[in-house]
């Protein structure tokens, strides 16, 4: 006779909270049963957006990935190493002289 694996605990049984688990897991996958994702969908979308990854399963099969949203832009970083290794140009005009000759040509 084949025994039958049980997926949830059995009741009475507390299983750890959804914070204490991501708590435990930082920086590593959430791994959640459907039923539980449909009771913590705030508390996941909490986790996916701090940057976790959370992978609901149904039936023990991974079947869905919450992931952070990221920008499609990315934002400005100066290469002060690039703009320092960069020669002086002797004889260039002066940074203030182009700023007053556009602010003059606006006028």
Avoid: C, H
């Amino acid at each position: 006779m084949k025994r039958k694996v049980f997926k949830y605990p059995p009741a009475g049984v507390e299983p750890m909270a959804l914070q204490e688990t991501a708590t435990a897991l930082e920086g590593a996958e959430l791994v959640v049963n459907v039923r539980t994702a449909k009771d913590q969908l705030s508390s996941l979308l909490e986790e996916a957006a701090r940057g976790n990854e959370v992978i609901i399963t149904s039936d023990g099969q991974p079947k869905a990935k919450l992931v952070p949203v990221r920008s499609r832009r990315q934002s400005f970083r100066m290469d002060w190493e690039l703009l320092r290794s960069q020669p002086l140009r002797r004889g260039a005009p002066a940074a203030e002289g182009l700023v007053r000759e556009d602010r003059d040509g606006r006028a």
